[in-house]
């Protein structure tokens, strides 16, 4: 069994208790010990970043206001109820502004800024808003599910840890080969970044961890929610776990199941 610190990610913060992608659930996240947070990011029309899942608004607001994010500027994003959705105690709350976020993280805390708009426009006020806000690299990690989106930022970004995101095939067959194994390795080293983010914590096992680590790549696991996939996974020495409910995945770890 590996001893090794293994890092817990809030998924859009602690998104099974508040709504996701805003302040209230981000503020929770660390509240309960999370290591980072992890949040959704796009380019508003005006030219700001913004945190939120979805391309537009309808299925986070109250209302279903149905706005598209990249063609709205950032004061009618604001007006939005992104809160109410999730739970009437949050009404009010509105889309957090990048700065906004980097505003409450703690100094031991950091920061998976997942690119969702691939524009390049993107990376250049990304890049202005990190100058800003000064924040230290190893605070922060970066990823996405476009591969091109990741090559651009780790050459824009060299001193930030960059994970590809990869969603496993829907065939548990295909995904335990070695196959799959081999083509994952070779795009992550085309790719030039530092390691990968998967979804299916089930898929993962101690031929693709020692690969990975061959390589010198480290490992995210994300839609970890179970006590039992996180307690393997750890044991396994994967590097990250992003699960929507921190305190309960911390729980887990610490029980003494885990430490036996
Ligand atoms: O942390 C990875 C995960 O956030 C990717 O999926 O759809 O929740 O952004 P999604
Ligand atoms: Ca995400």
């Not at 809030?10 to 099974?16: F, P």
């Not at 607001?61 to 604001?78: C, D, F, H, I, P």
């Not at 957090?96 to 250049?124: C, M, Y």
Request: aromatic residues 8%.
């Amino acid at each position: 069994m590996t001893n090794k610190k293994i890092y817990i990610v809030a998924h859009r913060g602690a998104s099974d208790d508040a709504p996701e992608n805003t302040i209230p659930s981000f503020q929770k996240a660390f509240a309960e010990g999370a290591d980072f947070i992890e949040g959704d990011f796009w380019l508003t029309n005006d030219n700001h970043i913004v945190c939120i899942h979805d391309s537009d608004t309808k299925r986070t607001s109250k209302r279903g206001t149905k706005l598209n994010v990249v063609k709205t500027k950032l004061s009618e994003l604001k007006s939005v109820d992104v809160g109410s959705w999730k739970n009437p105690q949050f009404k009010g709350t509105s889309i957090p502004t990048l700065e906004e976020i980097i505003d409450i993280i703690p100094a031991d805390r950091g920061l998976f800024i997942e690119i969702k708009d691939d524009r390049k426009e993107f990376l250049i006020k990304l890049s202005e808003t990190l100058k800003n806000k000064k924040l230290s690299p190893d605070r922060l990690r970066i990823i996405a599910f476009n591969p091109d989106t990741i090559i651009s930022a780790k050459k824009l970004f060299p001193e930030i840890k960059t994970y590809w995101l990869f969603e496993w095939f829907s065939s548990k067959r295909k995904c335990l080969n070695g196959i799959a194994h081999k083509r994952l390795m070779h795009t992550l080293k085309k790719l030039n970044c530092d390691g990968v983010d998967l979804n299916n914590a089930l898929y993962i096992d101690n031929n693709l961890v020692e690969s990975l680590k061959e390589l010198g790549l480290e490992l995210c696991v994300y839609n970890v929610e179970s006590s039992a996939d996180a307690v393997r996974l750890a044991k396994l020495g994967v590097d990250y776990i992003t699960t929507n409910s921190p305190a309960k995945i911390i729980d887990y770890l610490n029980s003494s199941i885990y430490l036996e």
